[in-house]
């Protein structure tokens, strides 16, 4: 991934997870901070957030590029300083993360839509609520009209539905597609 050129006005899904799959998030207060720490980060004139999850040990970001040093302007800063906020907190030290983040261009607007639905629906999957409205953690409360935020800007994905009701309709059903949406999702 470190090859990867960004593309100004091009989609990336950006991810990355704890070393040895440890969690990275360890108190209540670590999700709101990471969120603040990817608003300063992110909402610049270096991208904008699309859509979010974040998991116990990993998170999926998907971002439209404003310019090609996304990775050195938005994802190392955001990288370091959440782990070296964590390593204080914690009383540790060394790498937070498995290594550097993960980036997948998107190919175009339909893998973006699944992509959205892929990233929301990562809690349920994991069996950690039965319902994507339910995990705050993500943008899916944004998408739904659940929650009136101002980081993910849903435009990108919900105009190619004719309301947020079927775009929640779509992502219900995508939700028994696990293994095929990866297949597509993630191949090469």
Known sequence: MRDLVFEPGCFYHIYNRGVDRQPIFITTANWGFFVRRMREHCQTSCADVVAYCLMPNHYH???????????????????????KAINKQEGRVGPLFQGPFCAKRIKDEDQLVQLSAYVH???VWAGLVTHPGDWVFSSYQDYAG??????PKTEAVLCHFSSRTDYVQFVTEYAPNRAKVRDVLFQE
Do not use: K
Not at 63 to 70: D, K, M, P, Y
Not at 146 to 151: A, M, Q, S, V
């Open 61 to 83: 970001l998907v971002l439209q590029a404003h310019t090609t040093a996304l990775g050195a302007s938005v994802m190392q800063p955001l990288s370091i300083s959440y782990t």
């Open 121 to 123: 629906l990562n809690p």
């Open 146 to 151: 659940l929650r009136e935020g101002t980081l």
